[in-house]
RNA sequence: GGACAGUUAGCUCAGUUGGUAGAGCGUCUCGUUGACGUCGAGAAGGUCAGAGGUUCGAAUCCUCUACUGUCCACCA
């Protein structure tokens, strides 16, 4: 930082902004001084503001997704500690389960190794070495989108603390009767080998073939004949009166293997409608059916096994991959003559799994489960409805607040949660079994060294891990030190502000509330801000597998600077919204973070050190100029602090952007060429503007407040506060008549294809405004390009001139030579057009009695003025062309 | 099958409690003006998806329709 302030002159400061230059010694610096650590200033009672950041998976590099997430969480950290609140964001990696071991596993299959080539250890020790690369990754790229997160507290989900935190709350949940061990329909993935969860599987429209078998009297219809073997009930609607003389009787019936004996059962499960409206069963492999056969009390079999393939169950096909097998079972059936008919064309939803696209087999398996429905011992709520509570009484706020609906019904409608994975890499269950003691597993926070039933030293822990969600689960609190007591837990949890993609809100975000309402009896966070997905400009999702569309954030960071990033992704989106990027809008804001550059440096340039260095008072405003900024100024402090309060970062970006070019650099810094530089006013505008974009643009803003002199980071300066005594209705409205005028003319200019170079004299009737235009005269004339203003405050009309009427003052460009009567005349007709119309449309309200009865007065009063500003118009137009008509 | 969102200028999107439609990009014309060509000036371009209703007044509120998208449920 400079410590003394030299005049700038144009070799001091390029023409074009370069991020490169800057971004990254700025971050470092920043870091350095430890400027993302929370401040809790003496004596301020300002309430902590917390993020910890969605912890992106340990897999490798960070997307586009990422970066948006970055950018908002940023804002909101940025803006917050700029009040002075102390403020807190802990970014972390999450170690993401199967989808790290599956990456580690598609690495090792390249050099022909499996794990269990590796065994246990070894496969855990190279799945860290590959987490460790890739977290350093992660780490600089979090770093590159200028994120002011806390990395002294930086945390992963498989640290000693969060680990420790997962047992705990393992063994509490199990001690509390919540978290069992059963024999359950799962979704299996046989490529992972591991259960999902409900969530975890993805559906494809898939067309297949639907065969209706021959069943007895009955005809049945299925998908899939493999899982038939064994079926011997037959389930129809308890209405159905096609079926119900066969309700409750046994048939021998002709099957794949040989004659079985077959009940009909009656069941409000199957639908009358679909297929025949009978369905034989396969408990062991459908979540409907394991329900039926549960309620009825059937024998459950399982058919397929765990790698797919048939089990003994299934006769002379046993150990046949199942899917190979349906033809031949099918060829089987029909030998025995029946196969009634087969649909070709089928149409259903494959069940896939979400990590790796692999058909999901549901099967019975023996597996850990959180109890969703019962009742927790002294709370007298279930998890799901505590979890349904926090949000409908308001604890927890869902943005956008459609989403409160959709968590809503999602929570009443979950089942027991799956949490055991049968895979290495993640939390190990903390459960050992005893030799002695089947049936009594142990379970402990810290490794036994015994059986606490028998004393046995031979016990063997559970090998299954957790589901990588049970861990995010507790994200919010294992991170600030739970189980201890830290002073962080008590200063930052709950958190304030969950923000993460919508896609994600029933894997992490429910789970957290779930768990966290159990385990500490408390919300993680207040407010859950859902963004959206960034598209492409066609609105597609980006995929790697299509990587023209794919926009990779570090390539657009060295093409068009973090900043420009940041806003591009910010700026046209809200919760719940996606956002289309595409490289030309990256590349619109690289535009405008230059602006930002060159506005300072008109400034810089204009200024002295002395200036520099004398801090703003109210006596510097003098001109009129001066007034309208400062005005406009207070009104962008208080709106985009409002709108950043609400969440709405899009629109609070928009409003300080069009503030800074189209009020800033194209009027008041045109203004100040000339006569009515104020280098106070101009200095105290940029650094209220610098200090409202930082939020958003991190990178410039620094670099420029570094430029003006300043000695303290602008991230840590305070938020501007609106100041009412800035306040100057009048002579706002006064300087915006001003610039219609000037446009006025310069319409007028362009219209005519008047020489750009050359100057013309004018005749200006000022009206009230005289004084104002006499003020603002050198003004106008380098913006209107004009000559000599003749001004007065009326007169009478030039016979030869052009008109331009606007805001109440009549100015004529007179013309001696090469001017157009009839041209003039019929632009003329065409204003008075113009103006006549909107009168009308005015009139037609002001003759309308029921308007003026019911309408605010205000709005009256509104329609009265613009009626009389458009019969003004008209009546300076009109003699304006009476004058022209006689000339000519 | 159920639920929800969206449909506004060529493209991407704003549009607060209803007061008569805006921005950026793109297009066209022009410009070496004391910061910025990553710029400046100006212009063209819209029956606010369609129909009906409430109202003095509807892009905005209500109903229906069409199209697009998302989520949930999964069907033997």
């Known amino acids: 930082m400079p410590k003394k302030i030299t005049q700038y002159t144009e070799d001091d400061l390029p023409k074009a902004y370069d991020a490169n230059l800057f971004e990254d010694s700025i971050y470092k610096n920043w870091e350095k001084a430890g400027a993302f650590k929370p401040v809790t200033k003496k004596g301020s009672k300002k309430k902590p503001f917390t993020i910890i950041m969605p912890p992106p998976n340990a897999t490798g590099t960070l997307h586009l997704g990422h970066a948006s997430m970055l950018a908002l969480q940023d804002i909101m950290i940025r803006y917050h500690r700029m009040k002075g609140e102390p403020t807190l964001w802990i970014p972390g990696t999450d170690h993401a389960a199967i989808a790290t071991q599956n990456k580690v596993e598609k690495l090792l299959a390249e050099k022909s190794i499996t794990r269990h080539d590796l065994g246990r250890k070894k496969f855990i020790k190279e799945v860290e070495e590959f987490v460790k690369g890739s977290q350093n990754t992660i780490r600089n790229q979090v770093r590159k989108m200028g994120s002011s997160c806390d990395w002294s507290r930086e945390t992963y989900t498989l640290d000693a603390g969060p680990s420790l935190a997962v047992r705990t709350v393992f063994k509490q949940m199990f001690d509390d009767g919540l978290i069992y061990r059963g024999n359950r329909i799962v979704n299996w993935c046989p490529r992972c080998q591991s259960t999902l969860a409900d969530d975890e599987v993805k559906y494809k429209e898939a067309r297949t073939k639907f065969y209706y078998l021959k069943y007895g009297p009955f005809i049945i219809g299925t998908a899939r004949p493999e899982t038939k073997f064994l079926d011997k009930v037959v389930v129809v609607h308890p209405d159905d009166k096609r079926y119900r003389k066969y309700v409750g009787k046994t048939f021998d019936v002709p099957w794949i293997n040989g004659t079985v004996k077959a009940t009909v059962l009656a069941d409000k499960a199957s639908d009358p409608t679909f297929g025949t409206g009978a369905m034989t069963i396969t408990p062991a492999h459908s979540q409907i059916d394991f329900e039926i056969a549960q309620r009825h009390k059937l024998e459950i079999v399982k058919i397929i096994d765990e790698k797919g393939n048939l089990t003994e169950h299934a006769g002379e096909f046993a150990g046949m991959n199942a899917k190979v097998s349906r033809e031949k079972i099918i060829e089987a059936l029909d030998a025995k003559g029946l196969v009634e008919k087969i649909d ?6 494959l069940s896939i799994c979400y990590r790796c696209d692999a058909t999901i087999e549901p099967l019975t398996s023996t597996q850990w489960f959180i109890n969703v429905d019962k009742k927790i011992p002294k709370r007298s709520k279930s998890l799901k409805q505590l979890s349904i509570e926090v949000v409908k009484n308001g604890k927890i706020e869902i943005l956008p607040e459609k989403f409160e609906k959709i968590y809503t019904h999602w929570m009443g409608n979950l089942h027991d949660w799956c949490i055991s994975r049968q895979i290495w890499f993640g939390h190990q269950i903390p459960v050992w079994y005893c030799k002695n003691c089947p049936g009594k597993p142990i379970v402990e926070i810290d490794t036994p060294a ?59 975000v429910a789970r957290m509330i779930l768990m966290t309402t159990y385990a500490l009896n408390e919300v993680p966070f207040k407010t859950v801000y859902l963004h959206g997905l960034v598209r492409t400009r066609n609105g597609e999702k980006m995929s790697k597998s299509k990587p023209e569309t794919c926009i990779d954030p570090l390539d657009m960071i060295s093409k068009y600077g973090a900043d420009a990033l940041r806003l591009s992704m910010v700026i046209g989106g809200g919760p719940g919204n996606d956002v289309r990027l595409y490289e030309e809008k990256i590349a619109g ?19 002295t050190p002395s200036d520099l260095s004398k801090p703003f008072n109210k006596k510097d405003v003098k001109t009129t100029a001066d007034k309208w900024i400062l005005t406009r100024l207070q009104k962008l402090i208080k709106e985009s602090t409002q709108l950043i309060e609400k969440y709405k970062f899009s629109e609070a970006g928009m409003k300080i952007y069009d503030f800074l070019w189209n009020e800033m650099a194209d009027w008041y810094l045109e203004f100040s060429k000339g006569e009515h530089k104020n280098p106070a006013v101009l ?194 137009l009109n003699e304006h062309r009476r004058g022209l008509e006689k000339a000519a």
């Open 683 to 876: 200095l105290h505008v940029l650094r209220d503007t610098l200090k409202l974009l930082h939020p958003f643009v991190p990178y410039i803003t620094e670099v420029l407040w570094e430029k003006l002199g300043m000695q303290k980071f602008l991230m840590l300066e305070e938020w501007p506060t609106y100041n009412a005594s800035l306040i100057f209705p009048a002579d706002a409205k006064k300087i915006e008549k001003i610039y219609t005028l000037i446009t006025e003319i310069r319409k007028v200019r362009a219209e005519y294809k008047l020489d750009p170079a050359k100057k013309f004299d004018a005749v200006i009737y000022g009206g009230a405004l005289t004084a104002l235009l006499k003020e603002k005269e050198q003004a106008i004339k380098r913006l209107a390009n004009l000559e000599n203003i003749t001004l007065a405050k009326k007169g009478t009309k030039p016979e030869k001139a052009l008109s331009v009427i606007a805001s109440g003052v009549e100015v004529y460009i007179p013309f001696d030579q090469m001017f157009d009567i009839e041209k003039e005349l019929e632009r003329i007709k065409k204003e008075l057009a113009q103006h006549e119309k909107e009168l009308a449309g005015l009139q037609g309200r002001l003759h309308n009695k029921t308007f003026l009865g019911s309408a605010p007065k205000e709005v009256v009063e509104q329609v009265k003025s613009d009626a009389a500003r458009h019969t003004e118009a008209i009546t300076k």
């Open 344 to 349: 070709e064309n089928y149409i259903h939803n």
């Open 589 to 607: 804001y690289r535009n405008f973070v230059n602006k930002i550059w060159n506005v300072t440096r008109f400034i810089l340039l204009n200024t």
């Open 450 to 508: 015994r059986c606490s039933n028998c004393k046995n030293t031979e016990i063997t822990q559970d090998p299954d891990v957790l589901d990588t969600w049970f861990s995010s689960g507790l994200w919010t609190f294992s991170t600030l030190g739970w189980p201890k007591k830290t002073p962080d837990l008590k200063t930052y949890h709950p958190t304030s502000v969950l923000e993460t993609g919508y896609d994600i809100l029933f894997f992490w």
